[in-house]
């Protein structure tokens, strides 16, 4: 710990099994951010600036993609610095803002993808009630609660954790989040532990229990419907249903291996959490920009055209 001006510095020791190799790693780690950013820049932008695309389902592509920058904006640029650094540290205060803007990005993850669900949902189950049900206020108000509930609660979280004295400044992760922090303390620590487990509670499960509902309502009506239809629908849904099985797996893992400190190597459990921040951003917008039929074609015309415009 460093107390220079008052300030609580933490030691990331997450890092030590990747020192060895700590500039390939942060090429790799820039190249990936990098292409993150411009993934999901390109898929926002085709959406917003073309008006035909300003239609619900585009519009929580792109919302879910905009979560995708922030979650990622959370990690990169902060594991980017201690790959250049001999011995990471953060500030105390860096560290709870880290954990806050990671937890609001994976809670708004889940609750953003059961939103996605209950439009593919009411889509195909119910065509006829889609624009009445759907309406662009009713987005507004979705997106709105997708990011504005979740931030609440983990706020309050980490509120709770802030308030706890820390005893030991070694914090054996590659990025902060809420229960290694409390497990430094030497204060008593249920409240906060109490207040996160029924945080994830309230954040995970009706998310995941309205996605599986929906499409056990969506394959059933799919599979009572002909084959183009069906073909039309899961090429709509399988992006969203390989986003959510992909994040729920990796959550679950950091939750587990986490909570419970499974025995579990350590190089494994520093690589797999930060799947969550490579997998969904860069997957997203690859599948949704190739599978959706109308995002695909408006890339292309804005290639096409640039292609035309640099050949003269």
Not at 98 to 103: C, L, N
Not at 278 to 300: A, C, F, H, R, T
């Amino acid at each position: 710990m460093d107390n220079t001006s008052d300030v609580m510095y933490l030691v990331m020791d997450g890092h030590i099994e990747l020192q060895k190799y700590r500039y390939f790693y942060f090429i790799i780690t820039l190249t990936v951010y990098l292409l993150i950013i411009c993934v999901n820049a390109v898929v926002i932008f085709v959406i917003y600036a073309n008006k035909c695309l300003h239609e619900p389902m585009y519009i929580f592509i792109a919302a879910l993609l905009f979560n995708s920058l922030f979650g990622t904006s959370a990690l990169y640029p902060k594991l980017l610095s201690d790959f250049l650094s001999e011995r990471p540290v953060t500030s105390y205060s860096a560290c709870l803002l880290q954990a806050f803007s990671i937890y609001t990005y994976a809670a708004s993850e889940f609750t953003l993808l059961s939103v996605m669900a209950f439009d593919r949902y009411v889509s195909i189950c119910k065509p006829l009630q889609y624009a009445t049900l759907v309406k662009i206020s009713t987005v507004k108000k979705l997106l709105f609660f997708c990011w504005f509930f979740p931030a609440c609660e983990i706020g309050i979280l980490i509120i709770l954790t802030s308030r706890l004295q820390l005893c030991k400044f070694k914090l054996d992760r590659i990025f902060c989040n809420d229960y290694s922090i409390a497990k430094l303390s030497c204060g008593d620590t249920s409240v906060t532990n109490l207040y996160g487990i029924f945080g994830l509670i309230i954040t995970v499960f009706p998310p995941v229990i309205f996605i599986i509902f929906s499409y056990i309502r969506i394959f059933d009506v799919c599979f009572k419907n002909s084959k183009e239809f069906r073909r039309k629908a899961l090429q709509t849904c399988f992006p969203h249903l390989f986003i959510f099985i992909t994040f729920s797996f990796n959550s679950c893992f950091e939750v587990i291996n986490t909570r419970l400190e499974g025995n579990v190597p350590h190089i494994i459990s520093v690589i797999v959490p930060v799947e969550s921040f490579v997998i969904p951003p860069l997957i997203n917008p690859v599948m949704y920009g190739l599978k959706l039929q109308e995002i695909y074609s408006k890339i292309k015309k804005i290639m096409w055209k640039r292609k035309m415009h640099m050949s003269f």
